[in-house]
């Protein structure tokens, strides 16, 4: 016979009590029916867990997709899609309104995560914005902050000139050694930044750094992407507009976060016991 999985377990000792059981009790049965062989100290505990992963009315971060029972008012779990053994009408049109409150709650989660989504469009290109609004000399501060916010040492800004030149430098640590790294900001709005570019700072830098970073407000054109490594020559970073926000999201640099807790029905844990 093959191997029963613990799903399938507490399901066939619902089964066989014919009628909706607590956490113990279904772990009780399937334990003197040897049901399931567990391999873990606290077993009732897996028990608990795999019915509220699968309970259908039970939804929280970490529920599974997939449901195999319900969990009852009164505490106990039953099989999904089976009719529930000896239960009142009006009790069992209570599970109906717990189950219709579920599937209102489950669709107010993936209105929530929408409006998440669009609220991060949106945030993201208001910030994007906003840093092709500053000046060239001031977008090439945010450049060289970024960059030590990300690990870089020794970070310096070269005097404001307009020849599309070296804008800063630093070091990276890399193992045991140091990379001289050169950047570039171009605070562009609407143009991308063509291979000429790339190639133009690669040689304003070739023989003194190892690397090459270059920031935009903008984007890359295809050739450019294309460029950024040669045989024998300085290879070169390229951070364009949404990159470049994502890494300020990501290491918290010009960007908060307001926390808006987001609660999970945990009653089960309590009435199961």
């Known amino acids: 016979m093959p191997k029963k999985t613990i799903n399938e377990a507490i399901t066939e000792a619902l089964k066989r009590e014919n009628k909706p059981l607590r956490v113990g009790e279904i772990y009780k049965r399937i334990s003197e029916d040897d049901l399931y062989r567990f391999n873990a100290a ?4 897996i028990v608990r867990t795999q019915l509220r992963r699968h309970s259908e009315n039970l939804d929280f971060p970490t529920a599974n997709k997939k449901k195999y029972f319900l969990f009852l008012t009164d505490g106990t779990y039953w099989i999904k899609g089976i009719i529930i053994p000896n239960k009142k009408e009006v009790s069992s049109k209570t599970e ?123 984007k890359f054109t295809k050739d450019a992407l294309g460029a950024t490594r040669k045989p024998g020559a300085v290879p070169i970073i390229l951070i364009d507009g949404n990159a470049l926000i994502d890494i300020m999201i990501e290491k918290r640099f010009g960007v908060e976060t307001d926390n808006i807790p987001i ?4 009653l089960d844990n309590i009435l199961n016991e």
């Open 263 to 266: 609660y999970s029905n945990a």
């Open 42 to 45: 606290n077993p009732e505990h």
């Open 96 to 218: 109906i309104i717990i189950k219709k409150d579920s599937e209102n709650l489950k669709s107010a989660i993936e209105d929530l995560k929408e409006i998440h989504k669009k609220h991060n469009t949106v945030f993201k290109q208001q910030i994007l914005n906003q840093l092709q609004q500053i000046e060239p000399a001031s977008f090439e501060i945010f450049g060289k902050k970024l960059l030590e916010v990300y690990g870089f040492k020794k970070m310096t800004v070269t005097p404001y000139v307009k020849d599309g030149g070296l804008d800063g430098h630093g070091q990276l640590k890399v193992g045991i050694t140091h990379l001289n790294v050169a950047f570039q900001c171009k605070r562009w709005k609407n143009n991308p930044i063509g291979r000429t570019e790339i190639d133009k700072f690669r040689g304003a830098i070739q023989g003194d750094f190892e690397q090459g970073i270059i920031f935009t407000t903008s």
